[in-house]
């Protein structure tokens, strides 16, 4: 068992293959965190901590006159809330009697095979061959106020998830304001921060910034995970690089408001926790209520921030995401969006359907615009009824027509919203957010949903089904274009309105299930404005996400390198789109654009009958390259070879018994007499001889990864190189 309990110590270890996790039952029955990082064996790490007085931090309730023992200073696993504890709030709860307090002791625990799960939330799954869990129940002090933690263990994988489950068994009601999932005082705070933020269009940008005293925190308030921070974090150790030093991921199962925050105390220390928003949440625990708090991917990686992408890769592609098409390969496909827009008919998508086939391309996705009276961005959704006067024919005649081409059908639908000139808003004015007495804000001229009421979905679910049976659908891209406000429920009474916005993430959940449990091999695609919902929750449920709306291959570089430090190449949607591109005008040869296309679930957005015959058979050959790496592009260990600052973005697929490997450079800076660019290969075997496809050249694997390759370098902007090297 990874998990392991020491009676005498009163330790809780947890080990994984190369890291170690572990609390401690400590004075007064307070649940301690002792230690995380890499693998020790055995030993209480509890010596590390020193009970001392420390000024103006008030010394624990029931320790008396002892002066040692203060909650603002012990490591805790949960922490307390008003009874000594200044530093960030983790469960913040009111109880009936009106008293604001949360002192949690441990009561037991319990260690099973097998992962646990959370009902209605998206989690990492397991049986018991690949995971353990360990809850450890914790109580307040002086009420009937539980708080079941929950730990999910992947031995192999290095990872162990954390969730909890909070109930109050008192009479009277508690009210609770603030909760996180998970929440880990480190003892020393000499630590970067890792933050990955954006705008439509620029999702994920990396920053890494030192954690100063005080709180340093990211979060969403729009609702959904967001383009502007992602529910991803990294400490890490001042030192550390791709491949040296200490980190720690943290990936949130959620699609909604999150906040994620990290506290360096007085005395140095670091606290860090990940849970929901807590403005405009506010929780009624009714006696017996339990409530459950979604699920955090953890990781430690002690060589380096590629090592815990890797981890974090493996897991998320393995064992978060589900379907048939987790492990297969996606179709490739075309996507009618750029090449058309609003401007199409059913002919015109046939006839692309049937130039497509001749370049090998697999699928034809329809996407905004077929439904409702939808012929611009400000009409139509919520009304999910082909428009076949547009179309001029059914959508069972133009998937059939598809289907006689050769090529599978799909389709593209925004279930969350409606606009105002809408049939369904003519019904029912009153399932979109607002209000009351004021006019809800529009974005993109639309209007959300609110999914939290059962009849929203349940018209959603039966407009879903109808599309997805009449025809031979093989796709669906769920998009979702604003962010929400005006979030307000007339279902609830004003007293629970704090819980209209969980209410809605958990409506999005159990739609999503039922059509997925439904259309079990229909290949989901989230979106939200490109990668706006790009979390580990919405990943639970479709297999990969449009990446971005920006599609110019060199911004996608930047974009997609920020998403590779948690997400997988497999989950990332990426297409070859026209040029001069449609977002910023700019120009990159095709070759460039399958490169980058390539690192993620490759398709075409364009329009292919307007592609020079030279361009279509690069489309065809593109198509076969793709076919032949997609093992390694999928399942292959990804590497981060440069930052998106240098003169050429590199990265590097290697496959995991390392007999084959893909680099993909792209240069991003033209000059002049410019230096010689030489970079290092990474994740080869260094005994093996490695034999270059094209020029035929052998190398060790030592000296790809010591001494480095020569990159070419061609007179052009913008120029792209793949090096294909299998063992020999
Ligand atoms: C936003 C998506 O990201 C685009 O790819 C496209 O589907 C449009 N919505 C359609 O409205």
Same mark, same amino acid.
């Given at each position: 068992m990874a998990i392991c309990y020491d009676e005498n110590a009163k330790t809780i270890s947890i080990d994984t293959e190369h890291t170690t996790y572990q609390m401690k039952i400590g004075p007064y029955g307070v649940l301690l965190h002792t230690y995380y990082g890499k693998r020790i064996s055995g030993e209480d790490m509890s010596y590390l901590f020193r009970y001392s007085d420390i000024g103006f931090s008030t010394a624990m309730g029931d320790a008396g006159m002892d002066r040692t023992v203060s909650l603002d200073t012990m490591p805790q696993e949960m922490p307390s809330f008003n009874v000594g504890d200044y530093r960030a709030e983790g469960i913040r709860v009111q109880h009936g009697d009106g008293s604001y307090a949360l002192d949690l002791r441990y009561v037991s625990h319990d260690i099973t095979r097998g992962k646990y799960s959370l009902k209605g939330l998206p989690a990492m799954y397991g049986g018991s061959e690949t995971a353990e869990t360990l809850k450890v129940v914790l109580k307040d002090r002086a009420k009937e106020f539980y708080v079941t933690l929950l730990y999910g263990v992947y031995e192999e994988l290095d990872i162990i998830t954390r969730a909890c489950l909070i109930e109050n068994r008192e009479e009277k009601t508690a009210v609770m304001d603030k909760a996180v999932s998970m929440s880990m005082d480190f003892l020393t705070g000499d630590m970067d921060i890792y933050t990955f933020n954006g705008r439509h269009e620029m999702e994920r940008e990396v920053e890494r910034r030192k954690l100063g005293r005080g709180i340093t925190s990211v979060g969403s308030l729009r609702g959904t995970s967001s383009h502007q921070h992602n529910p991803f974090v990294i400490l890490c150790s001042s030192d550390t690089e791709e491949e040296y030093g200490e980190c720690y991921g943290f990936s949130y199962v959620y699609s909604g408001n999150f906040l994620a925050e990290a506290e360096i105390s007085q005395r140095d220390q670091l606290r860090f926790a990940m849970g929901i928003h807590p403005s405009r949440f506010r929780i009624l625990l009714e006696k017996g209520r339990v409530f459950a708090m979604p699920e955090v991917i953890m990781s430690y990686s002690g060589s380096g921030l590629g090592r815990l992408s890797i981890q974090f890769h493996r897991a998320i592609r393995?064992?978060?995401? +589900?379907?048939?098409? &987790?492990?297969?390969? +996606?179709?490739?496909?075309?996507?009618?969006?750029?090449?058309? #827009?609003?401007?199409? =008919?059913?002919?015109?998508?046939?006839?692309?359907?049937?130039?497509?086939?001749?370049?090998?391309?697999?699928?034809?996705?329809?996407?905004?615009?077929?439904?409702?009276?939808?012929?611009?961005?400000?009409?139509?959704?919520?009304?999910?009824?082909?428009?076949?006067?547009?179309?001029?024919?059914?959508?069972?005649?133009?998937?059939?027509?598809?289907?006689? &081409?050769?090529?599978?059908?799909?389709?593209?639908?925004?279930?969350?919203?409606?606009?105002?000139?809408?049939?369904?808003?003519?019904?029912?004015?009153?399932?979109?957010?607002?209000?009351?007495?004021?006019?809800?804000?529009?974005?993109?001229?639309?209007?959300?949903?609110?999914?939290?009421?059962?009849?929203?979905?349940? #018209?959603?679910?039966?407009?879903?089904?109808?599309?997805?049976?009449?025809?031979?659908?093989? #796709?669906?891209?769920?998009?979702?274009? +604003?962010?929400?406000?005006?979030?307000?429920?007339?279902?609830?009474?004003?007293?629970?309105?704090?819980?209209?916005?969980?209410?809605?993430?958990?409506?999005?959940?159990?739609?999503?299930?039922?059509?997925?449990?439904?259309?079990?091999?229909?290949?989901?695609?989230?979106?939200?404005?490109?990668?706006?919902?790009?979390?580990?929750?919405?990943?639970? #449920?479709?297999?990969?996400?449009?990446?971005?709306?920006?599609?110019?291959?060199?911004?996608?570089?930047?974009?997609?390198?920020? =998403?590779?430090?948690?997400?997988?190449?497999? =989950?990332?949607?990426?297409?070859?789109?026209?040029?001069?591109?449609?977002?910023?005008?700019r120009i990159t040869p095709l070759h460039t654009r399958g490169v980058v296309a390539m690192a993620g679930t490759f398709g075409y957005e364009l329009d292919i009958s307007k592609m020079s015959d030279q361009d279509k058979e690069e489309v065809k050959e593109q198509i076969e390259d793709y076919k032949k790496y997609f093992d390694l592009v999928q399942d292959g260990d990804y590497y981060r070879l440069t930052k998106p600052e240098e003169d050429f973005t590199v990265w590097q697929f290697v496959s995991r018994d390392r007999e084959k490997s893909l680099v993909n450079a792209v240069m991003t800076s033209a000059k002049a007499n410019a230096p010689d660019y030489i970079i290092r290969l990474k994740g080869l075997d260094p005994e093996s001889r490695y034999k270059e496809e094209g020029s035929g050249k052998i190398y060790q694997g030592s000296a790809l990864m010591w001494g480095g390759y020569l990159l070419p370098r061609e007179i052009g902007e913008y120029q792209s190189y793949q090096l294909y090297f299998v063992r020999v």
């Open positions: 393995n064992y978060l995401c +589900r379907g048939k098409y &987790k492990n297969s390969r +996606r179709p490739v496909l075309i996507n009618n969006w750029e090449a058309t #827009y609003f401007d199409f =008919t059913g002919e015109k998508l046939i006839s692309i359907a049937e130039e497509a086939a001749k370049l090998g391309i697999e699928m034809l996705v329809m996407d905004d615009g077929w439904f409702g009276k939808r012929n611009l961005d400000e009409s139509g959704l919520g009304d999910w009824i082909p428009n076949e006067e547009k179309l001029g024919m059914s959508l069972k005649e133009l998937v059939e027509r598809v289907r006689e &081409k050769g090529l599978a059908f799909g389709i593209w639908i925004e279930p969350e919203m409606v606009s105002e000139d809408s049939l369904l808003y003519q019904e029912h004015p009153d399932w979109a957010f607002a209000l009351p007495g004021r006019t809800p804000g529009r974005g993109r001229c639309q209007l959300v949903l609110d999914l939290g009421r059962e009849c929203v979905r349940e #018209y959603l679910y039966q407009a879903i089904c109808k599309i997805l049976d009449t025809g031979d659908i093989s #796709y669906v891209k769920w998009d979702m274009n +604003r962010s929400i406000c005006d979030v307000y429920n007339p279902e609830l009474p004003p007293e629970q309105q704090g819980e209209a916005g969980h209410k809605y993430i958990l409506g999005l959940y159990d739609l999503l299930e039922r059509i997925t449990a439904r259309y079990p091999d229909v290949l989901l695609e989230g979106c939200s404005g490109g990668g706006g919902r790009f979390d580990a929750g919405m990943l639970y #449920y479709s297999p990969q996400i449009w990446c971005s709306d920006d599609t110019d291959a060199i911004e996608r570089l930047k974009i997609q390198y920020g =998403t590779s430090f948690c997400y997988p190449v497999s =989950t990332v949607g990426s297409h070859v789109s026209a040029c001069p591109n449609h977002q910023n005008g």
